[in-house]
């Protein structure tokens, strides 16, 4: 007889979900044993913010919303971490917690909180499974996960619904969204406001990677010849080898990016979604031409030239057939500015620096490999300095901004796409947060090198201290001399203390057929430098 569980799992299973990662509880065993008749792998975890952040990722690289499960109680409060970064970084998930029996939900009883007050303010809805219409429920989250902006519903399965009789009602009907149908405006405006301008520049955003019409985006940059910046999580919307780059808002050496942005005398943000970064925090006082799926937030003192509202495929594809507009930006101009920018990015060091690593690391790294990043100093530098050839190659929190992303994207990735080179590039400060996962790994076999970037601080908000002229405290990860383990969880460690060991370790390591650690103990002395 089938179970409301069963239910469930055959909608996740038709839907095309082949995982879900979680740490499983009594309440919600039932479930787990529909997911292994169904055919979706359920994967262990060791925290359960980390199968937030798996399932965010599964998201982003596949289109179809990745799901993470939790007990009540303390599992759904630490897996709310991983769901509010799918929340602030636009990713479809399902998050599926266990409940107390559906007569318990007015009591106060061990371990139950309100779930639908804890997710609400970081999903797009909050439900508490029904029977009757479960498949309808599921349908409905499922749409309204992947509806833009994409993010993450909540599913709250009290535990006696799960073992009950399944009872479908076929003509349960269950809507969340009416998602409305936008089209594409006229765009031949555009051409007269960039007549007007003479230095006009183009800021991409992380919406844009979702407009399915990146080639028509690099066309219209290309035939006007426009120099652009991008936001963190719009990094390979168009190559970032592109010549017209001019580098990245917000991060490492921002006020060299800003610095060229203030010769602009119009801004054309596409895709810019503020969830990233403000517009005020980097744009000069000039007028903004705005095109999204939604319109601009932004402060009082912007001025909003133009807002294009409506579909973005239709309004990017557009652009393309835009005719030339002449412009006054100079070739050399953006050359110089590149140039600098890498210089200060890259100062002279006789020890090992981050920088050292990461470029080191784009040479070796195939074009089509996929790097993950967790949030931290290194983060600003590899925003500036890593180049990203193509979206999806790049995996970082942004919006959420959350420490400990880093492993848990990496092994997401990997399961993922498995038949491309997979990397992590984490601060100390972040792998200890999630080491746990190194188990995760091992006993998946996941063939990706974890790179610890390893300076035994939190190099971040030192370098926050030291700007507000504050004494170093609170920050230090390590005391005296530190000396990296043999392994984590069964995970071999491998130490590099120098450039000369720099190659040969990361090589060997994208060619292990397993895990591997890769403990870079840098001088972190480049973060004085990078006005984080």
């Known amino acids: 007889m089938k179970a409301n569980a069963d239910v469930v799992a055959e909608v996740l299973r038709e839907r095309g979900v082949r995982y879900a990662f979680g740490i499983p509880s009594g309440q919600v065993v039932v479930l787990l044993d529909a997911l292994r008749r169904a055919g979706v792998e359920f994967t262990l975890v060791s925290h359960e913010a980390a199968a937030g952040f798996m399932a965010d990722v599964w998201g982003r690289l596949t289109g179809t919303p990745g799901v993470c499960i939790s007990t ?20 479809p998930v399902l998050a599926i917690t266990a409940q107390d029996p559906v ?8 371990m139950r909180i309100d779930h639908q007050a804890l997710f609400a303010p970081i999903t797009k809805a909050s ?14 989250a499922f749409n309204l996960a992947t509806v833009e902006p994409p993010g993450p519903v909540h599913l709250d ?3 006696d619904v799960a073992a009950g009789v399944a009872r479908e009602d076929p003509s349960a009907r269950v809507s969340l969204v009416d998602p409305e149908q936008r089209e594409a405006p006229d765009m031949a405006s555009l051409a007269d406001l960039l007549a007007h301008a003479r230095r006009p520049l183009v800021a991409l955003g992380l919406s844009v990677l979702r407009s399915r019409a990146l080639p028509e985006l690099m066309r219209f940059i290309e035939k006007q010849r426009l120099p652009f910046v991008t936001t963190l999580m719009a990094k390979g919307a168009v190559p970032e080898d592109h010549p017209l780059l001019a580098g990245v808002v917000g991060r490492a050496r921002k006020d060299l990016v800003a610095g060229f942005c203030k010769g602009a005398d119009l801004v054309v943000g596409i895709g810019y ?67 600098a920018l890498y210089k200060a990015l890259t100062p002279p060091s006789a020890d090992l620096a981050p920088h050292h690593v990461l470029e080191a690391l784009r040479d070796i790294l195939p074009r089509e490999g996929i790097m993950s990043c967790d949030v931290g100093a290194h983060t600003h530098l590899i925003g500036q ?24 994207a990496a092994i997401a990735a990997k399961l993922a796409r498995p038949e491309l080179a997979v990397v992590a590039v984490v601060g100390d400060g972040g792998f200890r947060m999630m080491a746990g996962e190194m188990a995760t790994a091992r006993r998946l076999n996941i063939a990706v090198p974890f790179v610890v970037l390893g300076d035994s601080y939190l190099s971040l ?7 507000r002229n504050l004494p170093v405290y609170g920050v230090e990860i390590t005391r005296g001399a530190y000396e990296p383990p043999e392994h984590y969880f069964g995970v071999p460690v491998r130490v590099v203390r120098t450039v000369e060991d720099l190659v040969p370790a990361l090589r060997d390591g994208l060619r292990a057929d397993g895990p591997v650690v890769i403990e870079a103990l840098v001088n972190p002395a480049e973060y004085e430098t990078m006005r984080l």
């Not at 508490?128 to 309808?136: D, T």
């Open 385 to 408: 300095l890593w180049r990203v050839p193509a979206p999806g190659t790049f995996l970082v929190s942004n919006g959420w901004s959350s420490m400990g992303f880093g492993v848990p």
């Open 72 to 91: 009540l109680g303390p599992g759904a409060t630490n897996m709310a971490t991983g769901v509010g970064n799918a929340c602030l970084d636009r990713s």
């Open 103 to 110: 007569d318990h939900l007015t009591r106060r009883v061990q």
């Open 273 to 339: 979604d503020p969830v990233e970064i403000c517009y005020e925090d980097w744009m000069p006082p000039v007028p903004l031409v705005h095109i999204d799926f939604e319109p601009a937030d932004v402060a009082p003192g912007v001025r909003v030239a133009r807002g294009f509202v409506g579909d973005l495929t239709g309004m990017v594809r557009a652009l393309a057939g835009i005719p030339v507009v002449p412009n006054e930006w100079s070739p050399d101009e953006l050359r110089r500015h590149k140039e």
């Open 157 to 159: 399965l009290p535990m």
């Open 461 to 467: 908000i030192r370098e926050k201290q030291r700007g």
């Open 127 to 140: 439900l508490v499974l029904s029977p009757g219409k479960i498949r309808a429920q599921l349908e409905a």
